[in-house]
């Protein structure tokens, strides 16, 4: 028990403040995020003799996130439809604190545009730092098809940008438009 907990507690220490940034970044709000990360290691626990060593079980615990926060926001998607469901005049109200929050650029109106596969990719790539190989350990895919996936959704981007006035070759590099 002694050699598993110091297992998990490495796996924690080494792992915690990337998986907190991911999914708060993914998270409507502190406390929904400390739910998120909560759940994820206490699947890290439950699952330790399939956590891979090394940098590996970052990458390893990034899938589990994505599993835990889709979860979540099918929860939450049910619970906001019973809630505006149950009470009418609430409805106002969940609208205009969500208009607050809501950025209108071009460059987020272009990046909402995507679907979210193609955007969950940028994410992995801009925010999180990951290479190809690594986002194949996350998605549990193919390097090679990360990159078409990533090429494509870059392209993708690019054209929504360039339509809204945007020079967005940057995007695409290596001949990507």
Not at 11 to 36: H, K, M, N, Q, T
Not at 103 to 114: E, G, K, P, R, V
Request: a positive charge; aromatic letters at 8%.
């Amino acid at each position: 028990m002694d050699d598993r907990k110091a297992r998990f507690e490495a796996v924690y220490a080494a792992s915690y403040e990337p998986i907190l940034g991911y999914v708060l970044r993914r998270c409507s709000s502190p406390d929904d995020a400390a739910d998120v990360v909560a759940d994820v290691f206490t699947v890290a626990w439950r699952r330790l003799d399939d956590v891979p060593s090394g940098d590996a079980a970052r990458l390893w615990l990034y899938g589990v996130a994505r599993r835990v926060l889709a979860r979540h926001w099918e929860k939450e998607t049910r619970r906001r439809k019973r809630t505006t469901t149950l009470h009418p005049e609430l409805r106002d109200e969940i609208a205009a604190a969500t208009d607050e929050f809501v950025d209108t650029s071009a460059i987020a109106q272009a990046f909402a545009a995507l679907s979210e596969g193609d955007r969950e990719l940028l994410r992995l790539v801009a925010w999180e730092g990951l290479g190809h190989t690594e986002i194949a350990a996350v998605l549990g895919c193919s390097t090679g098809t990360v990159r078409v996936r990533l090429h494509r959704a870059r392209r993708r981007l690019s054209r929504r940008l360039h339509s809204a006035g945007f020079d967005a070759a940057p995007l695409t590099a290596n001949g990507g438009r």
